[in-house]
């Protein structure tokens, strides 16, 4: 018996040795996702930003050492393996889990998935702004209360059957099921009937009506701008999906997740789980069957260099360092895209603690911190600084009346002092003799090292004890800001669709102690029209706010290169939507 | 002995109790949950979600509910695959498996020889030159060995693939799929031995040291027993016997899949997937392999006791 305790003691040594070198490898993962920016830039932000505000500029902003799109130079080097595929188009993708039903997945790789398998009625430009696809149009009331969609005709899903306004009509309801436990926002948007619903007191959701096969309208309590692109998602078959529904039970559902019945480009021909997935033109497609007969996710975890270096995959993508276009460019058979995400970085700041709710000892922050060596410089170029909470490749994107907040030293220990901050003994700063004191969280990543680097420079030379603390996952890290114990704690957004989503985190009580009645009546007054140009204004006005108050601190953009087999033609990604939008146009030459 | 493995039995069912509560606590105390990465879900639509999970329940209660349904065959539902934790298991257990046999299997065959090799010619150049290549190979980490041999063998040379387990779009069915299954993992596989060979050699040789010095084996020797016989039937046998302490540490290997080997080669591993999980707090998931890998732990070291007995015959259980 001895011996048994003696092997369970060791087991659990071995389990916990184990789990912490999950936690550090699972923190990789997520660390890519979800922390700031481990990419590029240019010198100067502001040409980046220069770029995108004429309304016509192509999405193209520049990246590091490219500027501009940098096509193949010798076709003959392409791998044979690249070489011999004549209706085959590969490319590398994370880790699709096999939930293929939209709004019931939860890992985004699964979305880029669907995201195939599945059209939407409504889409976004490479600006993000809503075009038509399932929708030829769609009309929304003086009141901006209700939407009424018109869909295309001879609409059909992958199998043939018929798309009309009943899978639409259907694909809302489930989602306000007490039973529906997706991570979609539909079910924040408030339908009229839709609560009434849920709680099971209603057969159906009053908001929603059928007109015609081809029209339905829905009806909302209070105007959303963003409720078009929520409402005009991916459309489920009710034929299909709807055919052993009840109220309250969806388990059925989850039968069906690797069996996805669509009506995108592509059909899912086979999924081998941590290996591929592999699709099939869709020949009922509404746009017409896509160019290129096969396409292939392959998994990968590891790096993306091995395999567009043996011809393995067709398409990866890269941090925009220089080093990394240099070497692409060496390689002479990819093209080279540069990308910058739709999303941004920032550190939350506890607006709790009274030396941060002083908006000066916020600019101060911002002004002292020297973000262009930290997100620029050290990342060899894969980065620009932020300043307001959008994407440059936004439509709603101005540097108007934005303060860069450069660095400057002298600015922010102006700053402190005007806030009352006096220095102290041991040079650090001291109000009613209490010391000037910063608690910072990141999660374990290269940046967050190069970040604690400098600022550990930075704070001191302005008089500010800096306490970094390091989380090896990000789940940690997030638990530890929600117990409220920090100052300051680095984010990234994830993908932005419309500009509301980038102050969306100000409204669900992420960061509390934000109460301006000025942003809520501009945030509400951007969201109650959908005309884009109205919206622009009043997008302005709030950036402007923003970048004065720092209610969070803006640090950086990322910046992506994109390298393809030079033997693809027709390739774009939006910053939006991926590459799924011009995927059925690909061909290979 | 019956009353011997009854004991045992029940002594690992206690054991194994112990260890699942254990083990539930301990994920369940990892500050964060499934809901908490999600940075996008309203506060609101965070508390729904954690009410249809039960992740807003006490502990114990959540532990009471899994141990129930995983006496009743059901070892939950992965949220973040979504799909039942055990068909998970199927998807890809097998061939972190295959991975793991193989290059166990090698890693022994391997390691007896030139143990017993380097055991008899102790302190000559072969056995130095084994000594060296012994140290070389346990300090290198393996992700510096595996992209290494990848960038040599697969990327500059082309002679094998850099990962996965199979050509992509491969249709390839029967004696094709085999050898294409060969040809991927024969990078993976010999990281593999390569890292796990130093330790066992250096214990057989040593154990082999140890047993040659022994007085049955002079005794052998004097009655003019050959060389051969002596070193294979008395020696060889007597210098194994320990390791087959070592065999009932293999069987969860075999099955845990090896996190850093499936992650450099692009493996559809287990291991991998399992790490995945932990980063996502994918608790049914982590539940249902812990305590997989847990069963097989002991398991795997009842087995070693009852072989050893079988081997033998003074040991008394």
Redesign the interface.
Known sequence: ?R??TL??SS??IA?SLL?S???E???K??AST?TPANTAATADPNTAAAGTAAPSAPAVVPAGALSEPFTATDLTKL?AAAQKRTD?I?VGLT?P???FTPY????GY?GNVSSLLYASLVTVDDKGVPVPELAESWDVSEDQLTYTFHLRKDLKFSDGSPLTADDVAFTWTIQYDK?Y?G?S?L??LKVKGSEAYKAGTAQAIDGITVIDPQTLSVTLEQPNATALVTLGSNVLSKAYYGKDYEFGQLEYI?KL?EKPLGDGPYKLEKF?????V?FVANENYFKGKPKTE?F?Y??????AW??L??G??DYASFPATEENIAKLKELGYVNILPYTPSTYGYMQVNLKHEQLSDKRVRQAIAYGLDRQSIYVDAAEGAGAVANIPASPISWSYTDEGINPYKYDPEQAKKLLDEAGWTVGAGGIREKDGKPLSIHYLASKSKNSDIFIAVAKENFAALGIDFQPEIFA????L???T?SGDYDLVS?S??MLTDPADGF??F????IAGYDNPAFTELYNKALATTDIEQRKAVYKELYQLFNDELPIIFTNYKKTVYAYNGRIENLSVSPFIGLAGSLPNWTLK | MSTYLTKRVL??LI?LF??SL??FC?YAL????FI??????????KAE?RE??GLNKPVLERYGTWMNNAFHGDFG?S?????PVLQ?FG??IW?SFLLAAVSTFLTWLIAVIIGVISAYKQYSWFDTLVMIAIFAAMSLPSFFIG?FL??IL??DL?WL??????T??SNAAGFAYFKEVVHHMTLPVIVMTLLGLGSLTRYFRSNMIDVLKQDYIRTARAKGLKERKVLFTHALRNALLPAITLVGFELPALFGGS?II????????IG?????S????DYPLLMGF?MF??IL??IG?LLS?ILYRVADPRVRL
């Open positions: 018996m011996k048994s092997l369970l087991l659990m389990g789990l070198a999950c936690s490898n699972g923190n993962d997520t979800d791998p085959t590969i880790d889990s096999g939930a019931f997945q939860e890992s699964d039973a436990d991570g926002s079910p924040s989850k997740h081998i789980p941590g290996q591929e592999r096969h292939i392959k998994t990968t975890t590891g790096d091995q395999f270096e043996t393995e995959v996952d990000f789940n940690s997030v638990s530890k929600e984010f957004t994830s969306m985190q409204f669900d009580g992420e | 002594y690992m054991i112990a260890a254990l083990i301990l990892t500050p964060g949950d908490t990465g999600n940075i996008k879900l309203t506060a609101e639509r979600l249809i999970y539902y949220l973040a695959q979504q799909k998970l998807d890809y061939n992209l990848i960038k697969a990327v082309k693939p850099p990962g996965g387990m199979m992509t779009g996190i499936e992650q450099i080669f692009n493996w559809p591993g991998q997937l399992y790490m995945k932990f980063g996502l707090r812990t890998l847990a732990t002991v070291t006791d």
